[in-house]
């Protein structure tokens, strides 16, 4: 038997999941409200939250999968791509709790633990497919030729997809976090009510950046005419904006499924909890012949759970770490 305790600290949750012999017993999250206020993550404030929710959350998420620390058999931890002191108040934890039991430590990138959550049940993906993993900080394509062996097929030139939805949130003076609140506001509106620009970029590269200030003029131009534009219309402009940025993710998945000729298709981060992206890639799925994997909405977002299995996986292959180990803040999948 293999008991795995996964922990993440990658930006502003603190997670700890417990997975024996590849099932999930326990996921545990603590979210920072703290952010809110200022409209974004602090990355100071973040830190500090997390070394005040490290020792309960861990402690909850072994109480929930009913074992003992003592049962545990090996630590796997979010070494990055993250905010760095976040990652250092995990990665820290982490090897102190090894240390003091003697187990082996397990290092976890944090862009494959998502696209590895497919992994947590079933249905589950053969190898290869084809993931589009999509979050606040990252919008990338992914071949995923087995469990660690992935190739990066396209990226962001600079705007991830989340980012693009909370910074056109602020635009449209919505609180943060704002990219929940368009998809909320997007059912109740009309996705043709507004064209926005969908970028040329070659290949299987992206672009948000230049979306993002077309929102902003568009919006600016409509509140000359009309100064209660947004109050009047934003389920529209939500529904129009979040239409856009979906078409622009899907038509460069489907251009990677024709190149690479792989039908298995999925999703995964944050932003794979979107509503409309999840309704339209079922749509383009069927029409396109795919098999298509979502996973569950405690999946999507940063999650230990996502640490756990891909610490699970590691441990079969003893790829361990020492405890010179330290954190990066970027890391390629």
Excluded at 4 to 19: P, V
Excluded at 106 to 122: P, R, S, T, Y
Excluded at 163 to 184: H, M, R, S, W
Excluded at 192 to 217: R, V
Aim: with cysteine; proline share 5%.
């Amino acid at each position: 038997m293999a008991v795995i305790l996964g922990i993440e600290s990658s930006c502003d949750e603190t997670s700890a999941a417990i997975c024996i012999d590849g099932e999930i017993k326990s996921n545990i999250i603590a979210s920072q409200a703290v952010h809110a206020k200022y409209g974004g993550v602090v990355p100071e404030l973040a830190s500090r939250a997390h070394q005040q929710h490290i020792i309960p959350t861990v402690d909850q998420a072994i109480q929930q999968a009913k074992i003992r620390k003592n049962d545990i058999d090996a630590v796997a931890f979010t070494r990055g791509p993250g905010l760095l002191g976040s990652l250092l108040v995990g990665t820290s934890f982490a090897k102190s709790f090894a240390l003091a039991r003697q187990l082996p430590l397990i290092d976890v990138n944090h862009m494959q633990a998502h696209i590895l959550a497919h992994f947590i049940d079933e249905p589950r993906p053969a190898f290869p497919f084809l993931c589009l993993t999509v979050s606040g900080g990252h919008t990338q394509i992914v071949l995923v030729k087995d469990y660690f062996d992935m190739e990066l097929l396209g990226q962001t030139l600079d705007d991830a997809a989340g980012e693009a939805f909370d910074k056109t949130a602020k635009i449209l003076n919505l609180p943060y976090p704002g990219g929940p609140l368009i998809d909320k506001y997007a059912k109740e509106g009309n996705p043709d009510s507004f064209k926005l620009p969908e970028p040329q970029i070659p290949d299987l590269n992206f672009s948000f950046s230049g979306l993002k200030t077309a929102i902003l003029y568009m919006v600016q131009a409509e509140e000359k005419k009309n100064p209660r534009f947004l109050q009047e219309n934003i389920a529209d402009v939500c529904a129009s904006v979040q239409s856009r940025i979906v078409s622009i993710l899907l038509n460069k998945l489907k251009k990677a499924a024709l190149q690479t000729g792989v039908r298995q298709i999925a999703i995964a981060g944050g932003v794979s909890a979107n509503s409309g992206l999840r309704e339209s890639l079922q749509e383009m799925g069927l029409r396109s012949g795919w098999e298509v994997f979502i996973p569950k909405f405690e999946y999507c977002t940063d999650n230990a759970a996502m640490i756990a299995i891909a610490g699970y996986h590691k441990f079969l292959k003893k790829e361990f770490v020492g405890q010179d180990i330290t954190p990066l803040a970027r890391m390629h999948v």
